[in-house]
């Protein structure tokens, strides 16, 4: 079974923070993702990575940054964080196989005050 | 911009029942689908992937293609109150990792 685990399930930080969310896989899988989920606006990916140290901006990648130094570990930096970053947050990777199906991680609900 | 809209629900559905759940999509390029059921404060699960047209069944569940008409549909059978979730449909582009675009999701009901 896949195997994607997040760092936290539950995280608050106050404005201005410097926030990190970590992503781990343990199927050595190419692609990992990161989401952000909200009410009446779904799913919307905010960045992704097919290789180490490779990364692409998704749909919503204003006001935060990934690193992904190792294959099996996909971080997500909110350099500053903001009240209108308070969100459910979800990691997904793949694996170029026939369909590149994604699997996703528990998420971390994050509260910014 | 690639869109990926399902019928908006709530939608509610006697135990037994076929639920019937709707997708279209506006990427012609899209070649892969993707259904997944997510509980309430739960991540998404995926329970179905198609990419032919026509019907591909798993147990209780046939996904449903039609490229020409831009279309997919998930079909339950004899529907359970362990049924109700949310489920979103997916399309999958042609990018790099073959990035998704999730619908906002139909909220299903299965009445005991």
Redo the contacts between chains.
């Keep these: 079974d896949v195997k994607v685990t997040q760092s936290s399930r539950y995280l608050v930080k106050r404005t201005g923070e410097k926030v990190f969310l970590e992503c781990v896989q343990d199927m050595d899988h190419?692609?990992m993702?990161w989401y952000r989920q909200d009410p009446?606006?779904?799913?919307?990916?905010i960045y992704?990575?097919?290789d180490v140290k490779m990364k692409?901006k998704?749909d919503i990648p204003e006001g935060y940054s990934v690193s992904r130094e190792k294959k099996e570990r996909f971080s997500l930096i909110l350099e500053s964080a903001s009240t209108n970053q308070t969100s459910m947050y979800?990691c997904a990777s793949?694996y170029?196989g026939q369909?590149?199906?994604?699997?996703?991680?528990?998420?971390t609900r994050l509260t910014v005050t | 911009q690639k869109e990926v809209e399902q019928n908006s629900g709530p939608l509610s559905v006697p135990e037994g029942a076929i639920a019937s759940l709707n997708c279209t999509y506006s990427d012609r390029v899209s070649q892969s689908f993707f259904w997944y059921r997510q509980y309430s404060g739960k991540s998404p699960e995926l329970i179905m992937s198609i990419y032919s047209n026509g019907d591909k069944e798993d147990g209780r569940f046939t996904a449903q293609l039609n490229k020409a008409s831009q279309y997919v549909s998930l079909l339950i059978r004899d529907s359970q109150p362990s049924d109700s979730a949310t489920y979103l449909c997916a399309a999958q582009n042609s990018g790099s990792a073959r990035q998704l675009t999730f619908g906002s999701g139909t909220q299903l009901t299965v009445l005991p």
């Design positions: 190419e692609n993702f009446g606006l779904g799913l919307r990916l992704f990575s097919y692409e998704g979800l793949s170029p369909t590149y199906e994604q699997y996703f991680g528990p998420g």
